[in-house]
């Protein structure tokens, strides 16, 4: 990794804006290598500078990995002509290199990973990995008595298309009608046709879970975070 401006660095590892790093800079409350550094400029080797914000060492990390709280109304694309996308809800500065790792319908809530490291990507999204997404979806319409195992056994939907074993649960700590579905593939529409094969039609469709990570119920809707050490090594080995 080749030397990179202090605030250049600090915002790379999300502690702020590249302004508000600046400031922070400023401020005194940045030391490199154990001194106070209060150049912005400055430049340090991002490999091997101890850089400690407030007290907190920061690490560098070669690739970004955040985990984003989508709300309705976005599209999961980096960029569109018409819509609004979720890479448009991190800051510009933010954004280049950034894809989501898989796609949640423009009306689908939760979450979604996003970063730059494809290799990780392509490994949570191959077929063969079997990783579990978890939804929560609110469902009207009655479900047929079986469809808890109809959805075990492999669910044939309306066009024939058969789906792996999958896991239907009520939830009624959600509401009455609600409900939490356990996939571990990710067909077009998945979770919404399958309830339609058993009868019921979701109104409301939210991610909770992917490979182990869980979506952190401080994040609002639209809001982002970066992942902490543990959650990105827990990815990792579902990747693998
Ligand atoms: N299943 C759906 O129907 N929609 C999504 O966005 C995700 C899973």
Redesign the pocket.
Known sequence: MPRMRLDKLLAHLNCGSRKEVQAMIRAGRVQVDGVTERDPAAKVDADTAQVVLDGQAQHYQAQRYYMLNKPAGVITASRDERHDTVLELFPEEMRRGLFAVG???K??EGLLLITDDGALSHALMSPARHVD?V?EAEVEGELVPDAAARFAAGLELKDGTVCRPAQLEAAPDLGENWVRVT?RE?????????IAAVGGV?VR?R?VELGGLTLDPALAPGAFRALTAQELTLLTQQGK
């Open positions: 796609r949640l319908d009306d689908t997404k939804y996939l990710g067909k077009y529409h998945q979770v919404k046709r399958m979701v469709l991610r």
